[in-house]
Structure formats: C-alpha cells, structure tokens
C-alpha cells in the first residue's frame, strides 16, 4: 500500500505508454506496451454540425477529433520543450507541423511524430512584435485596421487592412516594429460583439447574452455583456444572479454568480433537444476543428486560424483572442466554444454571418478560470458521476477514474518531456469520502522514480517540484475509495 516516498523511491514500476509528446533526450525513454484508446469525444449534435460545416462523414468526424486531439497534445509538449527554438504548431490534414528555427530541433520534432519546418523568427520574436502592436493600439483606426495577430503558418505577424491599406501600413510604421516581419492583409471584416444575444442557453441584463460554462457558483460569458454589479434573468426570465467581475475592452471575459435556484451543471446546449458534456479544457491547436453553440445560429464549426489575436473594437482593442473561420451572427455572443468535449472558450466577437461566411473571436477559457480563480464544471461519460472540478488555472486537464488500491498515469497513461529545468505542479481531486494520492514519477534511464508525492488523508492533493530535464509522468493512486478525479497539470 502505497504512502511513503522512501518506501516507494527504489520500486520499479510498470512501463508506460507510448511516446506521443516527447523528444528523445540523452537516456533511453521509457518502453512502450501501448496506450489504452481515449473514450469517443464525438457527441452526436457535433457530428452533425462538423459534417456540415466541414464537409466530412461521420467516420472522418470522429477520426480528425481524435488527431487534432493528440496533435494539441503533442504541439503544447514540443512548445515547452523546444523552447526559444519554437516557432508555432498547426495541424494540416491531420499532421502537426512544428515550425523551428534550427535544424537541431528540426529533429526533435521527428522524434516526437510531427513534421518540422524552419523557419527564420521564433514564436517569441513574433509575440514580442505582436506586442509592440498592441502597446500603440490607438494609433490603428478601429474601421480601417480590424485587429492583428500571429500567423505561425507564413512566420509572420499579420495585420487586417479594413479598404484602403494605408492607415495599417501606417500604423505598422508608427509602431517602430520590423515592417520585414509583417505582413498587411486586405479583409471584409468589419469586428464587432455580439450584444443582445444567447450562447448556449440566453441570459438577460438589459440586453441579452449567452452563457459560456459552467463553473462552480455560476457561469463564465462575454465582459462586453455587462459590468461587475449587473444583475442577470435566466432565459426564463427569472432572477438568475449578478455579474462579480468583468473585463472589456482589454480582455472580453466575465462571471456571473448564480443564486440558489440555479445549479450549474457541466453540459452545453446542443440545440437538437440534448446536452454536450464538457470534460476538461485542453487547449487545441491551430489548425483543430472547433464547434460553437449559440442561440441564434445553433452549432456551427471550423477550424482555429491563429491564436492571441488583437481585435480592434469600436470600443476598444481586446488582445489574446482566438481567430476562427467558423460562423456567428447577434445572439451568440458569450457562447461555448468546445473541440471534442474540451472547452476552448467564449465567443466574444466576429464579422459576416452564417449565409455568406464570417470570422468569429473567442476569449480563451483557461484564462477566464485563472483570472476569477474559477473551477468549471466538466462531467464523465458513460453513466459514471462527473469527476469534481477543484483545480484550476492549469495548462492542462485531465479526467479519470481509479479503483481502491490501484493506479493510473496521467497524461493519457503516457509521460510527457521537459527539456529544461522548472517547476512541475499537479493538483488532484478526487470525490468525497475517498483517499487519493498524488505522485511525480521521473524516468532514470532504466525505471520510474518517485521524485514529489502527496499523501494527506483525503482526496485531494497538490504537489510542486522543480526538476531538471527529462521523462515525468503523475501517478494518481486511490490508497482507499473508488471513483472519478480530476488533475490539473502545468509543467516547464
């Protein structure tokens, strides 16, 4: 039975799954039995809109969720792990593409299953042009210059020319960054928030908005939609709750607390009489598909064009949003935005509608839960009682159950791979009336070594450990009691 750290630091422990995220260092990586495959992430109102929308079969629906899902997963582990070299990750057919700005890294990339490519700025100079951008944001003309943002594909910072390019060229020259690394790019788009609207089911302060998720005591949505001290009717028009933080423009994020008539529950309407329950919030990629439940246009899909975006609104400029291809119109702002059943976030803006085609933005969701210090809601499948949600504000989360005196491994019962030295943090929570435990395993060329452990009496732990380089994995362990968990993950 396991508890202690000494005990447990000389035991050679089962070898784990297969390597999807990691770079092969110095030592050997661990061996490989096989992964046990992810439940299917495919609800059927998505199935139906990804058809639709992308042109795809059902089969290849459920097919590219689960690529894009393993790609994100391996896009996020080669960004920590190539450091400076990085220079963005997006999916293609199916097959992750991992920009570089050394040939070196070129073949990590290889190792970890993606195709590199080199490129000549890394991620970081871009985003420190973006940057730049954003600090003389006033000096863009909100009805001539759109927004701008990041395009990992053609390695460089792209500005939105709204007619005549003059004013964007302008204003790329005002800011002083490297006009080489920018590229000024005609559009339609006319951005602006999607005021007296509902998401995935309506709420009303005066206007009407969407709820985005869940989240314990209430609901997260569009700053735009009301300021902190707003009070808030359920689409029933029934006293719901009040707005206790926003934030727009800047950031396009808030949170409602709900009262006590309303319990907030880990599922998105999927406007064809059911519910989508929503499991963690892992990021996705560029290049992943992406569904958004909105009252007025119902599902709708694209892709992720490119991330951290600036939107320039009539009433301000919003940066770190997320671009999309997939359509909105008024009425579905703050909305839920999902890829498989992880949530991605809320809809905060876009231009054109969903006859002609339009661009949509949406505020990140793990941002929104760290700002508040927010916990969402998420839910299990197959019958089983939801997993409790006491963890958030981490890069990645992960759900599961686990049996009296067994263990799993987390992420996805495989190991990921740091290439520098950090802090690695975990944060576990298990159901009531259970004892789980919480370890951090370290690959020494030969075994796994228990490295950090959390072993309180109850069912929920956290660890910190800052470690050197190398193969980690967490061990979730239930020392007494069964049932679901959740873990948050944010590693260097």
């Known amino acids: 039975m396991r508890r202690s750290l000494a005990a447990a630091a000389a035991a050679i422990l089962l070898p784990v799954g297969a390597l999807t995220v990691a770079a ?101 100079t871009l985003d420190r042009i973006k940057s730049t951008l954003d600090r003389h944001a006033a000096k863009a003309p909100a009805a001539s210059v759109p927004g701008w943002y990041v395009d990992v594909t053609s390695n460089t910072v792209v500005v939105l020319a709204r007619g005549d390019a003059r004013a964007a060229t302008a ?21 602006r928030t999607y005021y007296d609207v509902r998401g995935g089911d309506a709420y009303y302060m005066g206007g009407r908005c969407s709820v985005g998720f869940s989240v314990t005591g209430g609901f997260v949505t569009a700053g735009h939609c009301g300021t902190t001290g707003t009070a808030t009717q359920g689409y029933n028009q029934v006293a719901q709750g009040t707005f206790r933080g926003s934030s727009f423009p800047g950031n396009d994020y808030a949170w409602v607390q709900t009262n ?47 991330k951290n975006q600036t939107v320039n609104y009539a009433q301000g400029s919003v940066g770190g949003l997320t671009r999309t291809n997939a359509c909105a119109e008024p009425g579905d702002s703050g909305g839920s935005w999902l890829s498989g059943q992880q949530a991605q976030g809320v809809t905060s803006g876009g231009s054109g509608n969903c006859t002609s085609g339009g661009t949509t933005y949406f505020q990140p969701v793990n941002e929104i839960l760290s700002a508040y210090g927010l916990t ?33 491994f987390q992420p996805n019962g495989s190991y990921y791979y740091s290439s520098v030295s950090g802090t690695h943090r975990g944060c576990l929570d298990g159901p009531t009336g259970v004892d789980f435990d919480l370890y951090l395993q370290k690959w020494n060329g030969s075994s796994w070594v228990d490295v950090a452990g959390a072993y309180t009496p109850s069912p929920d732990e956290t660890l910190s450990y800052n470690g050197t380089a190398g193969y980690y994995r967490f061990e979730v362990y239930a020392y007494s009691g069964s049932g679901s968990y959740s873990l948050g993950i944010t590693n260097p």
């Open 376 to 408: 969402l809601r998420t839910g299990g499948g197959g019958g089983e009682p939801p997993p409790p949600t006491g963890c958030s504000g981490y890069e990645a989360t992960y759900t599961g159950s686990v049996s009296s005196g067994q263990s799993v």
């Open 24 to 124: 092969a260092p110095a030592a050997a990586a661990p061996t490989n039995p096989g992964v046990a495959p992810a439940p299917d992430a495919a609800p059927s109102a998505m199935v139906t809109a990804m058809q639709r929308d992308l042109g795809l079969t059902a089969e290849q629906v459920r097919t590219r969720i689960a690529k894009d899902e393993k790609g994100s997963r391996t896009d996020a582990a080669l960004r920590r792990s190539l450091g400076a070299t990085y220079a963005g990750g997006w999916l293609t057919d199916g097959t992750l593409v991992v920009a570089v700005t050394d040939r070196s890294a070129a073949d990590r990339v290889r190792a970890a299953g993606a195709r590199p490519t080199i490129v000549a700025r890394s991620g970081a």
């Open 260 to 306: 006590s008539n309303w319990t907030p529950q880990p599922w998105v309407n999927n406007y064809s009489g059911g519910n989508v329950t929503v499991a963690g919030s892992t990021e996705a990629a560029v290049g992943a598909a992406v569904c958004r439940s909105g009252s007025t246009t119902g599902w709708r899909c694209g892709t992720i064009q490119a």
């Open 171 to 191: 204003f790329v020259r005002a800011s002083g960054v490297d006009a080489a690394a920018v590229r000024v790019v005609r559009t339609a788009e006319a951005p």
